[in-house]
């Protein structure tokens, strides 16, 4: 998505001419920029089962690496003789030092990083060489941005804050839809609905919100949008956990599977409350900066990144200790009898967020150009 609102802003302001080399997908099929090309990387299905029985095998024998071929193609593919001015990483670590290797020393080379960053041997050595290497950093937020220095010892000159943002928009209750998904999920018109959005894994807190929710007390349904690992929805050990914990919740709550951008909207728009539970620390929170537009009551842990979107007094927090799920369920129990006042506040919190240029697509190209000096 911030690929995109870069080359779409490129299109009317024409600062680049862009050569994006990205995962082949059918919804790029037809798509034509004017000042960007496409170069589609192509990786079958017999190279996916490959990889991931070589990264098994990686695994089993305690070496610390992974084969993609996607990566391998990149080098393979890319335009060596180009000359380019700038090159962009979006958040891939292990392309940075080959495509440096190969390109050498003549563009500025541009990292932005999405993600926490840990100081494990293989991660700290990655990050170390684009400290050393980067005309700049670029980090979606404060903590990740903190982080980086701090693993990497980076001058903090290089490393700089382009905070993630959206297409800010209104959410149009239309009755028929929100009628037609509710029906299609098993929801009545009198159901509280809280929303969790995101992967069900350990880290995202999915079980400490399973926990709260089997305590909670009052007629409502917890819709769970997401997959166990992308979009892919299969049980494992830890989703069979999350169903087993729910006892006899289970049958008021709803696990979806993965939801595209586009439908999503459906489930923000029947959402009484969205609950964010992560238990790590998240490197921004794209779903807290949904649910703030939207204007949606909030329950969110105290976590990296969205801490620097949302203010103190337009979220319930949590902290991450031995009392979250105990205080979970306060806050559960709280949206649900006070909704009212919970659904004012997130209102306000609403025009307050749609008038925040940092976190407004508007402009986004501007911003980005800042960060890297283009104008100077």
């Known amino acids: 998505m911030l690929t995109t609102f870069l080359i779409d802003q490129n299109e009317t302001q024409h600062l680049f001419e862009i050569d994006l080399y990205t995962i082949a997908d059918t919804l790029l099929e037809g798509i034509n920029y004017q000042h960007t090309r496409i170069i589609q990387i192509r990786v079958s299905r017999i190279e996916h089962f490959m990889e991931r029985v070589i990264n098994k095998l990686f695994h089993m024998s305690k070496i610390n690496r992974n084969l993609f071929f996607y990566e391998k193609k990149v080098e393979f593919d890319i335009d060596k003789k180009k000359g380019y001015e700038y090159v962009l990483f979006e958040n891939a670590m292990s392309l940075f030092a080959p495509i440096r290797k190969l390109l050498g020393d003549g563009p500025n080379y541009i990292f932005h990083m999405h993600n926490d960053f840990n100081s494990n041997s293989k991660t700290k050595k990655m990050g170390i060489e684009i400290a050393s290497m980067a005309y700049r950093i670029l980090s979606v937020s404060q903590y990740i941005n903190d982080r980086f220095i701090d693993v990497t010892n980076c001058q903090n000159e290089k490393c700089r804050i382009l905070y993630n943002c959206k297409k800010i928009e209104l959410l149009i ?22 929303l969790y959005v995101g992967r069900i894994n350990e880290e995202k807190g999915v079980l400490e919100l399973a926990k709260a929710f089997k305590k909670f007390k009052g007629n409502a349904k917890l819709v769970i949008c997401g997959g166990t690992w992308g979009t892919e929805f299969r ?82 927090w949590i902290n991450i200790d031995n009392q979250m799920v105990d205080n979970l369920l306060n806050a559960l129990t709280d949206n649900y009898e006070n909704s009212v006042i919970k659904k004012e506040r997130a209102i306000l919190a609403s025009f307050r967020i749609k008038k925040e240029l940092q976190f407004n697509e508007n402009g986004y190209l501007n911003r980005f150009c800042k960060e890297i000096n283009y104008y100077e």
Do not use: H, R
């Open 235 to 316: 049980k494992n050990k830890y989703l069979s956990n999350v169903i087993k914990t729910l006892d006899n919740k289970i049958c008021s709550t709803i696990f979806t599977g993965y939801i595209n951008e586009i439908d999503m909207k459906k489930f923000y728009s029947i959402a009484d409350c969205v609950v964010i539970p992560t238990i790590c620390q998240e490197a921004y929170g794209m779903v807290m900066l949904e649910s703030l537009n939207y204007g949606i009551p909030i329950i969110a842990t105290k976590s990296g990144g969205m801490t620097e979107i949302a203010l103190k007094n337009e979220v319930d």
């Open 173 to 194: 209750k239309n009755e028929k839809c929100v009628n037609a998904i509710k029906s299609k999920w098993g929801i009545n018109n009198n159901d509280f609905v809280f």
